[in-house]
Every structure is written in C-alpha cells, then in structure tokens.
C-alpha cells in the first residue's frame, strides 16, 4: 500500500519508536489517520503491547474537528467509596445540539491505576468516563490508552530501592569495551533508571526484545545506544506509556513462570 505524502512522516516516527511495526499493524495506522484525522506525532496514538491506543489529547482533537457541542461528566455516587479511593464517572457527548447524548462509564481506584497517579483516582476515573463517551460519539473503535490503567499500574511492592539497579550488572557491549564507550553507555542506561524509577529488570527485558537478540550481550554498541536513546525519549515524553510497556513485559516473564 503507498503511503500518502501527508502521512510518511507519521509513519516513519512510528516506525523509530516502536520497532516491532509490521505492515497489517501500519496499515491499520493509516487507516486510524485517514478515518479519524489522529496524529503519531502530536501524541494522539500509541502503540502498546501490539496494539494501536488513542490517547485523551486525540479524542478531544476529534470533538474539536467535529465540533462536538459539549461534554457533561457526573460522578456515580452509588458506585464510588470516597475511603478508598475508588470512583465512577458518567459522561455523556452531544455531537450536535440536537444530540440526545452518547454516554460511558468510568472507573478508578489504586488498584487500576499508575502509582503516578495515586492520589488522582477521581480525574482518572473522569477521563476514563469522557474518553468511553467520546469513542462511542464518533465511532473510534480502538481503546484509549488512559481507559488500560491496570495495564500501567505497578503494584506498590515493585517499586525498588534505587541500590536496586545494581541488579544491572555492567556488561560488555558485543563482547569489547571500544575505549569506554561501553561503559559510557551503559552508565546512561543506569542514570535514565533511576532518573524515571524505572524497573531494572524490565528495562532489561525490553531492551533485549528492542535489539532482537537472545541476551543483551549479544547486542552490537550501536543497537544499545539506539535503543538508550528511545529509552530516554519516551521516558521524558510519556513516561506512564512507557510503563505499559515495560509491564508487558513482567505478564510475559510471570506466564513463562
């Protein structure tokens, strides 16, 4: 399939940060930006777990375009319990002043969502709501990636200590040094660890899985710097999808279990 002009450099944003694009998924991308007029580059689609995700920003970028004429978003009391922290949302889009309203529901608690967020139960459980609401209004049939909150969530027992990233051990990049360069890399690896708080060992895995190789010793300086670089990126631009992503990978190693 060509890729029309206006899309090329969405598509090859797409494809540097998340490597393991094949063509059903870009395809399925194209047919997202066609569609519903969403953009990789302003942030208005992630990719997590193989999986295409709208984000809140997209959504509301899709009313806006459709000039939606307005979004009313009430908390369920029966259904919220203010002592633990667990809230319901209703929310309801009129896409025209005649609209008698699409509605969705939403739900948070510290069980389903980032330790980021904690704290912020009801704002989530709001977005949540207005996002279900806002797919149903204009047809989006792919989740939000605000609505996989316990996809993000990390329970409270993983967050480690930061003398927990010496559980990286130093490792040779392909087996050689290179004049330090090595040992260059690898300590910005550790610095954006304990920088963002990241999970070592998932970091790890992911970056065995970003380099394609069976262990992270096998990987070339050039893959691990690549890869240190993507790292760095996403953590500083969003950082909780980053944590999907890293998540994925604790399901996978407890199903090898």
Partial sequence: MKTPLRY????RTA???????????TRNLLRLMNTHGLSVLRGELLFLNRTWYVTHAGLLRVAARRRCSGIRALP?????DVRSSRYAFRATVYTSPDCKGFTGYGDADPSNVSPLV????MRVAETRAVNRALRKAYGIGICSVEEIGSLAASPPTRREPKTEIKKVPPQPVNGNEDNGNG???RDRLCQLIRQHELDANLVKSYA??????????????????NFVVHLGDWAEKDRNALLC????YS???AGAA
């Fill in 76 to 80: 369920v009391a029966e259904l919220s």
């Fill in 15 to 25: 494809k540097a940060t998340w490597i393991d694009i094949d063509k059903s998924q």
């Fill in 118 to 121: 904690h704290g912020a139960e």
């Fill in 208 to 225: 065995v899985d970003f380099c394609g190789t069976k262990a992270l010793r096998d990987a070339t300086r050039e893959q691990v710097e």
């Fill in 245 to 248: 992503q890293l998540n994925s």
């Fill in 251 to 253: 399901r996978s190693q």
């Fill in 183 to 185: 040992s260059r890399v």
């Fill in 8 to 11: 090329r450099e969405d598509i």
